[in-house]
């Protein structure tokens, strides 16, 4: 392109997803005309940022553009029985066989298809996934690039790892926004969700203005803004950042042991100082709350069963499509999830970035998943999930275990007068391979040997279960 008649020989690139890929892998080559690029809603590291999250499958997100793809290359070959097929597929995944990560059409019909090696390459360090993660690629690369992502994208992982990995070394300018949005569409609505005209696609008009600095010596004032935009859901208005910083606060998990049976058995407890739960937090208490609460820090136990004939279905969020907030309400009354409720908030609360769980956990099989979802409990009821997490977990004993869950980063204000909520289940699927609870993998997993999941999850003084959020503070 920059050999093309009235070229100035300067090139910049722009596109989202698997355009925002090919942007990488060519400036890994470092071509001199390449002056600036445009990735959004990409993988830093191909396995922890697109194929897998915290050691999970993303099986909806990998096996429906696995079945797109062969879908169009039977098109343009005119094999017009398969794409019938892969067609009919796309709309309902095809997920009953005897292996149900490992579907037989795709064999049959797309057998050199990238899923394969995906399902099939589960170890995060091995060679495939380092010969094609940008992660490894970009080491000797520096560009001005303008990073996009969305808070409901799967992909926001790797637009995140890469705008830190490129602003902690580039010598160039890194702008990074994120609006509420999923994989697509780009809008104002998403969801149950109308974020309102600020949440409207800005990206047309900021590229351009990108390009024109640095491919036309245009200055358009772009760089004189804060490098991060984040659209922050709830007060439904962009924030301008130059960093986001560390500041945690812990929500504890405590219940009378019946979070499963009943919504408002489970609960979310703050304290102010987080010396140890040893000491006592309950001292911080009047008598009145303590005599409220005493029961939720003696230690305490919640089950669930995990049946897998029955598994807990994706709900919005990034992993599924469609993607966004909806209302759960109805879904937290399954006996399979336990919720977690705080008091109505006093003020607003507004969090920025990291949240993570952590729990302590005990099973009687040898893996097991964990699924938590954070929503916003409305006086009206309804139930609004934000953001969420997923990990696979191996066992090898019936110990009690901690486990450490990184949900999907999120920018959220939730008002005085709403709850905040955490949702815990051992599936969502199909977002997620369903945990045959047998220790085996999910392309190994067949469906005849899937079994009933009992998992414990514990609470208290001496289990200080508990999800650590990332705060704005003014």
Known sequence: MSKLPQSTGKVGMYGFSYQGMTQLYAAAHQPEA??????????????????YENGSFCLFASLAWAIQLAGETARLAGAEAAYLQLYKASRNLPLDGAIPANPELMRELAPDSFYHQW?????????YWQKRSPKYLLQNVDLPMLHVGGWFDPYLRGTLNLYRAMAAKSKHPQHLLVGAWAHLPWGRKLGAIDYGVEAQNPIDEIQVRWFDYFLKDIDTGLLEKAPIRWFEMGSNQWLELNDWKNNQQAYYLA???LASIREDRGMLWRYETEDSLESSPLGELSEEDLAEVVIEFDNNT???VHDPWRPVPALGGHATFPGGSFDRSGLDCRSDILTYTSAPLESDLHILGEVKLEVYCSTDKPSFDLCGVLSTVQPDGKVLN???GYITVHSNSSDIQSVELSFQPTCMCIV???????????????AYPVNPGTGKLPHESRLIDMQIVTLSIHAGADYPSRINLNISVD
């Open 34 to 51: 390449l002056k600036a690029i445009a990735p959004a809603m990409v993988a830093y590291d191909l396995y922890t940022d697109w194929a």
């Open 119 to 127: 399902l099939n390459s589960p170890n995060p360090t091995a060679e």
């Open 255 to 257: 219940s009378d042991g």
């Open 302 to 304: 919640d089950i669930l």
């Open 386 to 388: 934000f953001t969420q």
């Open 416 to 430: 005085a007068g709403d709850s905040l909520r955490l949702s815990l289940s051992a599936s969502s699927f199909p």
